[in-house]
Structures are given as C-alpha cells and as structure tokens.
C-alpha cells in the first residue's frame, strides 16, 4: 500500500466521467427514466433555441393571413411579401438545421450528474485506478461506490432552459406572438383559402387586359360602396367628395384612364397608371380607354347646408328659464349647433341706470341639443338656459340660431328679437335691489348712484323691512360698495363680490327667512297680492299660485 502510495502516478480527474469506464447495467436500469426525460428536454431546449428564428418568420406570415393582407396589397406588394417570408423562412431554416445537434447520452448524463452532489454517475461509471489490488484501497473504493450508488435514488430529470431572452432581445417571438392572436380573434381562416385564388385571379388578369373601380361615398351619408364592373347605367349620382378608385390591370398603356370629376391641375397621375383615385367634385365623365373598357356620366350630388329656425317665441317658463323652440334639418344630418343672444341696445329703456353705455359683454353662447332617437335629418327640440343672474336679464335680446353638419356646413336663422328671460321680484324691497344690481353690473360707473338710491331707500326702515337683519345686510352692502368705489374704483373681484350680496339679499326679502308653514303661507299670498298690483302677466300669476 505504502509503495503504491509512493509511486508517481497521473491524478484522477475531477467533473464531468472520463470515459474509462460504462455504466453497469443495473445502474443504468435505475436511471432509464430520469435519463430519458433529460434527453428529451435537452432536446426541445436546442429545438427552440435553434428554431426560434424560424418559427417566428412563420408566425408573422400566418398573421397576415388571417387577416386577409394578400386581398388587401397590390400584386406587387403582395408578391414582394411572399417573396421576403420565404426568403426569411428559408435562411432562418438554414441556420437552425447548422446550429441543432441531437443530444447524446453522454451529455444527458453530464446534465443529470451535474445535478446530484459528489457526481455520482461519474464515480459508478469509472474505474479503480490507483491502489488497484491493494486490499485496504479497494474496500475504501467499494464503499465510496457504495454511498455513490445511494446517491443515485436523488436522481431526477432535469428541467429545459427554455427561456430564450438572450438570444431574442428584442422580443420579436412576441411580437409574432401577438400579431398571431389578433389574427386569430378578427381574422378568419377562410382568409387563407383565398391566397390561391388571389394569386391565380392576379396572374390571369396580368396576362390580360382588364380594370377594376369602386365608388366610396363619404362615410357620413350612410350610402353603401359602388363596384363599378357590376354597374350597368351609364349615368351615376353620387355625392361631392365621393372617392374613386380605379385599378387597371394588364400591359403598361392597354388601358388608360381620363376623368373630369375631380378638376386636378396639379400631380396629375399618368393615364396609363395602374391605381389612381380621385374625388368627385363636379359633374363630368370618367372614362377607360382600351379593350373592355368603359364611360360614366358622374353627377356630383351637392351636400346641402343645414337649415335652421326657431319654431316658437323665446319665451320665459316656471321659474324663469329661457325656452328657445326650434326646428332643423339637413339632407344627411345634423351634428351640432348653437344659439347666440347679444344686447339690443337700440330696444333697451336707456334710462336713469342704463343711460350709460353699457360694459362690453361676450355673446351669450349656448349649444343646442340633438336628438338622442331618430332621424336627425330633420327634428325639433327645444334649448332651455336659466339666465336670472346675468346681467342682461329681463332686457332686450337679439336671438339666432346656427346649425352645422358633418362636412363643416353651416346654416344660420333669422334673429329673433326677445327679453331675455329672468326671474321676477314683486317684493318693492327686493325689486329695488335688484334694479341697482342691474345697474352695477350695466356699468362700474353708476356705483355710486346704485349706493344713493340703496342708502335712501333704507333711510326709515321701519314699514320697509320686515327683519332688522335684512337692514343690517343692505347697510353693510352700501358701505362696502361706497368704499371700494372710493378707492382705486370698483374691479371685477369688487363687482362680482357686491352683485352676489346684493342678489342673495333680493331672494332673502323676496322669499322670507321663515321657519313655519303658517309664515310660508302669508308670505306666498302677500307675493301674490304684490304680484297683482305690479300687473305681472297671467303665467306668472299661476306661477306664484
């Protein structure tokens, strides 16, 4: 022992078998299994790393398949497609045919020892070398065989690396992938019936001299398509800024094609071109010359402007809102439209308080509701606004009404001259109020006369006002308005802030801070009583009752 100790000998080496010895066949018995699902994932794992490429090509041009792409392109750019997949599919075959081997047994059992420590299937496999007919070596070798032998019951296949990040890092196996998936949920596979027929019905019509057209009327008349081969008149009706088509197939110059519908002068296409399409924008001929062909007489059917009135009187209703009936239509629709109400200075009672020219005001502006069910081509409706606080209120209005479609069309009414509709006071307190808030807002400068008539109008409130704090409120208001006109004068900050207390004390004096119903009631009949006397109109009497 001690001499074949001594003797200079290679070392045994350490990792994967070195091959000096096979496997006994009990050992390889017990191991048939695991080894066997290692050799097949060892298998997919170089199948889809050499094949990726491959299918990916295949996945995108299933794609296009699915989605009909081929009855879509020109022949040209149909055939360079195919051409490309093929191409594409073809070297990325090739590569994968150079890039896959088959895995052996030996690496399948590398794989499988790799995984179980001490690399048991090494150690069964190789032979006794150093001390090989010493008796002490041999029973120490035995029993590390041994334990080595036990080990081999932890044997299990080894899962496949298939992730192939590395390899694709742009991820195009995805984007296959998802191409793939739309064209399973909105294409068809009809769609792929049809590549032959595309192909063939192209070579045939290449061989000979034929033409395709089509008419597409804008998308918002709601008029179908026209293929002009299965039209058999002559003459055609079809809206302005209608799109054709035409497609010419055969020999360079068979067919060509001359029209007078769209009035191009600029980047005139040659007549001889194979696709052209134009817009009708005039009545006039489309014609293709050569074998087969065929003439239109096209009449440009113009898109009229919508038309719009009012179908009633802008009128006041309950409570003081504006109703503005009107009626409008339009030959396919329309989509939108307004109502506009500007000042009539010339109508207005130019006045004590409106003797000043008044502030410059934007137009009030309001949209006009649609139809929600039915025909929009022609309907009535009505556009209600509640104006009570503007400051043009209950005066003299010029309403007009505006309508427009969906080429961008529009169409106005005739104005209408109203009293823009408020609320009405009966109270003479709140009313009085309400008239120097009128004032206010009609010009910045009749602050101060707004502050005189308040001030007197308070002078003895006993009789006038029904609540000391209704007479705290006006008196603090007429101060605060006093002093900021004695300042720098009044900004809008300053005049939103005293109109909204000023309103807000019209509607308390009007309506009362009342707390029972007994209170309510008297108060309702003195508006009533109020109301008669200040000869309100008929409706707002039922209002009031």
């Known amino acids: 022992m001690a001499q074949g100790v001594g003797r200079s000998c290679p070392k045994k080496e350490s990792g994967p078998m070195t091959g000096r010895g096979e496997l006994p066949p009990e050992i390889g018995l017990r191991l048939r299994w695991p080894l066997a699902l290692t050799m097949i994932g060892l298998f997919a794992e170089r199948v889809a790393r050499a094949f990726w490429p491959f299918w990916t090509v295949l996945l995108f041009a299933c794609s296009a398949l699915l989605l009909g792409m081929h009855e879509i392109l020109l022949l040209e750019v149909a055939w360079a497609f195919g051409i490309l997949v093929a191409l594409a599919a073809a070297a990325t ?6 890039r896959f081997r088959f895995p052996k047994r030996k690496e399948a059992l590398d794989r499988l020892d790799a995984t179980l420590p001490g690399r048991p299937i090494a150690t069964v496999a190789d032979r006794h070398a150093i001390g090989a007919g010493d008796a002490g070596s041999e029973v120490i070798w035995q029993t590390h065989v041994g334990r080595m ?23 195009l196996r995805y984007v296959a992938l998802l191409f793939l998936t739309v064209g399973l ?30 008419v597409e009327p804008p998308g918002y008349t709601g008029r179908p398509n026209l293929y002009l081969n299965d039209i058999e008149q002559a003459r055609l009706t079809v809206p302005v800024g209608s799109l054709v088509t035409i497609r010419l197939y055969g020999g360079v110059g068979d067919l060509t094609l001359h029209e007078t519908v769209s009035g191009r002068t600029k980047d005139v296409p040659s007549a001889s071109d194979p696709s052209q399409s134009f817009n009708v924008n005039r009545n006039g001929e489309v014609r293709i010359d050569g074998p087969g062909g065929r003439e239109w007489t096209m009449e440009a059917e113009a898109d009229l402007a919508p038309e719009i009135e009012f179908a009633g009187p802008v009128a006041r209703s309950d409570g003081g809102r504006m109703e503005a009936p009107f009626t409008a239509r339009d030959d396919y629709g329309v989509v939108g439209g307004w109502i506009e109400l500007i000042l009539d200075e010339e109508r207005a009672d130019r006045r004590y308080g409106l003797a000043l020219d008044p502030e410059p005001r934007e137009p009030i502006m309001l949209e006009l509701p ?44 005739e104005p209408q001259s109203a009293i823009l509709p408020g609320r009405r006071f009966f109270d003479p307190l ?57 300042l720098d004068g009044l900004d809008d900050s300053s005049v939103e802030e005293i109109e909204d207390a000023l309103w807000n004390l019209a509607v308390r004096i009007e309506e009362g801070d009342l707390s029972d119903a007994l209170a309510r009631l008297r108060r309702a009949e003195e508006r009533l009583a109020e109301a008669m006397e200040s000869g309100a109109s008929d409706d707002e009497i039922a209002d009031l009752m």
Request: glycine share 8%; aromatic share 10%; no cysteine.
């Open 149 to 171: 032998t036990k080990r081999l019951d932890e044997a299990r296949a080894v899962e496949p690396d298939l992730r192939l990040s590395r390899f694709d890092l742009f991820g």
């Open 430 to 486: 709140a009313k009085a109020i309400i008239e120097g808030r009128r004032d206010l807002l009609w010009n910045r400068v009749n602050a101060g006369r707004v502050a005189q008539v308040l001030r007197s109008v308070s002078y003895k409130p006993e009789g006038v006002f029904r609540s000391a704090t209704d007479f705290m409120m006006l008196r603090f208001i007429v101060r605060r308005l006093e002093a900021r006109a004695s």
């Open 93 to 98: 075959f090739g590569m994968a045919v150079r």
């Open 185 to 214: 949920l909105f294409g068809s596979f009809l769609k792929v019936g049809t590549l032959g027929e595309v192909m063939l019905d192209e070579q045939a019509l290449a061989l000979e001299s034929s033409w395709e057209g089509w």
């Open 370 to 413: 649609l139809t929600i069910a039915g025909d929009r081509s022609e309907f009535t409706e009505t556009v209600i606004g509640e104006f009570s606080r503007h400051p043009w209120a209950n005066q003299p209005v010029r309403a007009q009404l505006a309508a427009h479609d969906d080429a961008g069309q529009q169409g106005v009414s």
